[in-house]
């Protein structure tokens, strides 16, 4: 039986952090500034993560913050400029990923987490989803940050996957779906946002409910197997 491999973005697609740093955001600079200075936090943030790939996610989160605090004229106290990181374990789940992900993971399906953060971040997100995942690959150990390709590199090679065999699921267009594209990988968009964007995935949905019923279509189950 060759086993069957969905890989997963997890903040923004399983873990709602634009509600996590938008509420840090409100905390430090007040209420009225969060939504504009969180569209700003997603345009400062790539540019930091492709400028210094070696720094680790709470680094990265740090530095954005930092900037966004320059260009408000504010002077962040000392204690807060972990703000970000410190606040990250906390950030909610949206309310069907666990369900959709117990249900892949009951008929079969391996999970692994493909994520731009921390070993210690982003196990403490999947602690808090309860669903069992094989792995976590981490930015702060393959020294990318999605978009780049090391992800899906080092996931081939730690678990051997077939290509044939595996889906990538995000809701990133730009840190996931383009280049699972561009690698040959078919993805599923968890198009929360109702955003427009070429190349086009594999398959859309508006969140995770129904995910398990997707990937069966994609990757059926062969004559004589049965869900592991």
């Known amino acids: 039986m060759v086993a069957r491999w ?5 903040y923004g697609t399983l873990v709602d952090w634009n509600a996590g740093i938008r509420a840090e955001l409100c905390r430090l600079f007040g209420a009225a500034n969060g939504g504009p200075l969180l569209a700003r936090y997603h345009e400062i943030e790539p540019r930091v ?25 504010t002077v962040l106290p000392p204690d807060e400029g972990d703000a970000l990181g410190r606040s990250l374990p906390g950030w909610p ?30 196990e403490a997100s999947l602690r808090a989803i309860g669903v069992p995942f094989e792995r976590a690959i ?48 078919r993805s599923i968009w968890i198009n929360r946002l109702g955003e427009r964007a070429e190349p086009p995935a594999t398959r859309e949905l508006p969140d995770l409910t129904g995910l398990a019923d997707v990937l069966d279509e994609l990757v059926p189950l062969t004559k004589g197997e049965v869900h592991g």
């Open 93 to 122: 789940v949206f309310a069907e990923v666990p369900a959709a992900l117990a249900e892949a993971h009951a008929r079969g399906w391996r999970l692994v987490a493909l994520s731009n953060s921390d070993r210690g971040l982003i």
């Open 138 to 185: 981490v930015a702060s150990e393959v020294g990318s940050y999605k978009p780049a390709p090391g992800h899906w590199h080092a996931f081939y090679q730690e678990t051997g996957a077939a290509k044939s065999h595996h889906i990538h699921v995000a809701q990133s267009h730009f840190h996931d779906i383009a280049p699972a594209h561009d690698l040959g990988i």
């Open 6 to 10: 969905a890989t997963f973005d997890c």
């Open 49 to 73: 993560e492709s400028e210094h790939p070696e720094r680790s996610y709470r680094d990265v989160m740090a530095a954005v913050l930092a900037q966004l605090a320059s260009e408000a004229g």
